[in-house]
């Protein structure tokens, strides 16, 4: 794909960071109108890094402006309010690896054929790079995907780019590297990444749920992978939907590992029924406690030692 159709991508660009109004521009005004006229306040900012990084954050944060990448956003800027999608995931590598200078991470990552512009952040300390991938594919399982695959190269990416409403911080490099042609990404991973540091167990009393954790997770998971859970009737994927849409991040990946165990899976179209059900649910999290109901009618009374082992 020529990129020139990429940069014709409209974001939203907000002034600073903690503002809640923005305004409409391309991504090619971001990175050849505002990137360059960001130079004095970057450098700034780098210099005060080498001394004093806190300093140099809150500079960042106070200063400059920022945009998001994978979409145009009207009013609130939540995962759930995008107006326009990208074809487009911005990815930060803040940590290079051992034994390589950050212009050869640079080039490492530009010669990917699914990168088409690779740049320093604003402190200077690692890089971020434009990723072109598969717009009918889930924007959070195309990102774990492409985490798998920096993994395997040595290579970190920050956990939070998985958020596609995520802000970027305008910066400065005397030498980006953008491409004119550029393949598209069409790799998808549905399930969620879990950091272990999140692990707590659930406790529930009365029929209510008290924490909504990775052991609720597992629950609904074990219910889905081992126990022959499934959604296939509309109406039992609808109510499915509106009681994990109360479970944040964890509802989103499972709704969409419930969804592609059906005959009928489409990944575009469980993600529009996943904003629908996130928008219009007047269930509270309390309902995930029918989860445990129906891992303890499969599984009997030991049904929580056998899913916390498995």
């Not at 600073?16 to 970057?42: C, E, N, Q, Y």
């Not at 780098?46 to 009013?75: Q, V």
């Not at 309390?286 to 056998?306: P, Q, T």
């Amino acid at each position: 794909m020529n990129t020139k159709e990429l940069f014709e991508s409209k974001i939203s660009l907000y002034k600073r960071v903690k503002d809640t109004k923005s305004m409409t521009i391309t991504l090619d005004d971001w990175f050849h109108r505002v990137t360059p006229a960001a130079k004095g306040p970057v450098t700034a900012i780098r210099e005060t890094n080498r001394t004093d990084p806190l300093a140099a954050k809150a500079m960042k944060t106070a200063n400059l402006p920022c945009c998001t990448i994978s979409g145009l956003f009207e009013g609130v800027r939540k995962a759930n309010q995008v107006t326009v999608y990208n074809p487009i995931i911005c990815l930060d590598i803040d940590k290079i690896p051992e034994g390589m200078t950050i212009d050869q991470l640079k080039k490492k990552v530009f010669d990917l054929p699914y990168v088409f512009y690779v740049s320093l952040s604003a402190r200077g300390e690692g890089i971020f790079a434009l990723v072109y991938y598969n717009l009918d594919n889930n924007f959070l399982s195309t990102f774990n995907a492409l985490q798998q695959d920096f993994n395997q190269m040595g290579i970190e990416i920050d956990k939070a780019c998985k958020d596609i409403s995520r802000l970027r911080f305008v910066s400065w490099d005397e030498h980006p590297l953008e491409k004119e042609e550029v393949e598209m990404y069409d790799s998808v991973y549905l399930d969620a990444f879990i950091d272990p540091q999140f692990y707590k167990e659930a406790r529930y009393q009365n029929g209510q749920i008290f924490i909504d954790d990775y052991f609720t997770y597992q629950t609904i998971k074990y219910l889905i992978n081992n126990l022959g859970y499934r959604a296939d009737e509309y109406q039992d994927w609808l109510m499915d939907g509106f009681r994990l849409a109360t479970f944040g991040e964890y509802g989103h990946a499972l709704f969409m590992h419930l969804s592609q165990h059906s005959a009928n899976f489409n990944e575009r179209a469980a993600e529009r029924k996943w904003n629908e059900c996130v928008r219009t649910t007047k269930m509270t999290k309390d309902c995930l406690v029918y989860y445990y109901g129906e891992a303890k009618r499969r599984l009997g009374c030991d049904w929580k030692i056998i899913i916390r082992n498995s």
